[in-house]
């Protein structure tokens, strides 16, 4: 059997995250086999900080990113109060696609930083500092043995037996300059280095005002997003793909189903999906087959 990993050594990343606006430094640390990857909050004033898993079970809002946590009786608050980390799953894309198994993540604010508004930072940064193989045996990869399908909207996402995993994603916005665009991967480390991390986040301009007024994208930017206007593209250096909205998009689902916590054996096809449709495909895998 393949054995569990974690990294060679400590490594560290900052910058602005999208939605909060706020810094934040994220401190990697290598972890024992079974630990799985575990988010920590060093900020909060609670003895020892407020540590979380990265797993479906955690997460606590899909809006515009995937945000995990857990919540935290307070003797202050009459109401439980959510101890978070937003915008995940670009980070989680990269832990899963290099094969890491264990890792604590340190955060010192509520959200990861954007960086580029790609992945490949991260997947940079946690690549050079090593791969480290365990002792004990990798759990088993989930098998999909029959379809799972799930829906939200016009969106959709269906999970097919397959000996390998692999994702084809259908991107259809009813935008001129985006339009329909489809990309097909088998998913690893080497196709998500060259054809996948690099892509980064976007939004359209008119959605702009109306995410701000929300207290969303605080920290976005031409340097770490792309926009798109009515009839032009703007990014600070013009698209890294033709294609590299739905690359992107191919990302985010990689990340929301990292997860899952196992390794992954299927072919997803999705149509339209984002981070709400790709949590609940993530929960229905776990819920089928987390005991197996």
Not at 141 to 151: G, S
Request: hydrophobic share 40%; glycine share 8%.
């Amino acid at each position: 059997m393949t054995k569990q990993t974690t990294i060679a050594k400590e490594t560290k990343i900052s910058g602005i995250g999208l939605h909060s606006g706020e810094i934040t430094s994220l401190r990697f640390l290598p972890a024992p086999a079974g630990t799985g990857i575990v988010f920590k909050r060093t900020d909060v004033p609670i003895p020892g900080g407020v540590a979380f898993p990265a797993r479906v079970t955690s997460v606590l809002n899909t809006d515009r990113s995937t945000t995990i946590g857990k919540l935290l009786q307070i003797p202050q608050s009459p109401q439980p109060v959510p101890i978070v980390v937003l915008t995940v799953e670009h980070l989680m894309a990269s832990i899963y696609c290099l094969g890491i198994d264990n890792l604590i993540v340190e955060a010192t604010a509520m959200e990861t930083p954007l960086m580029d508004g790609s992945g490949i930072e991260f997947a940079e940064t946690l690549k050079e500092a090593g791969i480290k193989e365990l002792e004990e045996d990798r759990l088993p990869d989930i098998v999909i043995d029959e379809p799972i399908k799930v829906e939200h909207g016009d969106a959709t996402i269906e999970i097919l037996p397959c000996d390998e995993y692999k994702i084809s994603y259908t991107m259809s916005y009813p935008h001129p300059v985006v339009g329909t665009q489809f990309f097909e991967t088998t998913v690893n480390e080497e196709n998500f280095i060259n054809n996948i991390a690099p892509s980064r986040t976007f939004a359209l301009y008119s959605e702009l005002a109306a995410l701000l007024s929300r207290g969303l994208i605080k920290g976005g930017s031409l340097n770490n997003a792309i926009v798109i206007t009515d009839n032009a593209i703007l990014s600070k250096d013009g698209l890294r793909y033709k294609d590299e909205f739905v690359r992107h998009k191919v990302m985010d689902l990689i990340g929301d189903l990292a997860l899952v916590g196992r390794r992954l054996r299927a072919h997803v096809v999705s149509s339209r999906s984002g981070h709400t449709l790709n949590n609940k495909a993530a929960a229905a895998i776990a819920a089928k087959y987390a005991n197996n």
